[in-house]
């Protein structure tokens, strides 16, 4: 409990032929070595979509139109003792073949390697949902 707001953190899911896209967190941040989905906070008076479109330009150069995002799921958890909201979208379209511009290592994984990575405890809830898309 914070008296701060949830902390709101899109993540995207690029899809290409039953593998997704994780990337790994720099040495120099919180939860070093974890694999996550490339994403990041949602700014103030900016929609979920738009940010996690600005998000993936930012860290990987490609190009997505925000329209064409789709939610899959979500989870929750606390980043010190504030809460974290963190939305999954679905990206099947995009343009520009993504780049490890802001992490050390881009990996595409299958549904097996995805549930073996080590991921931040609000990503878990993520990958039963997102194996069923990854078939
Ligand atoms: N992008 C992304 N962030 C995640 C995932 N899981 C998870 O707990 N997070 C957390 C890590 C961060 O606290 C926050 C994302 O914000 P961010 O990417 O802007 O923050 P950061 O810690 O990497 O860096 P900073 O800008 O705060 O220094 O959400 C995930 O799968 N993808």
Known sequence: ????????????????????????RPADKAMAGLWEFPGGKVDAGEAPA??????LNEELGVSVDPVKLTPITFGTGLIGSRDLVLLLYRVAQWTGEPQALETPELRWVDADALRDLPMPPADL?????LCRILG
């Open 50 to 55: 738009e940010a996690l479109a600005r998000e």
């Open 125 to 129: 809830p993520l990958i039963a949902p």
């Open 1 to 24: 409990m914070d008296s701060m707001p949830p902390l709101l953190v899109v993540a995207g899911a690029l899809v290409r032929g039953g593998a997704v896209l994780v990337q790994q």
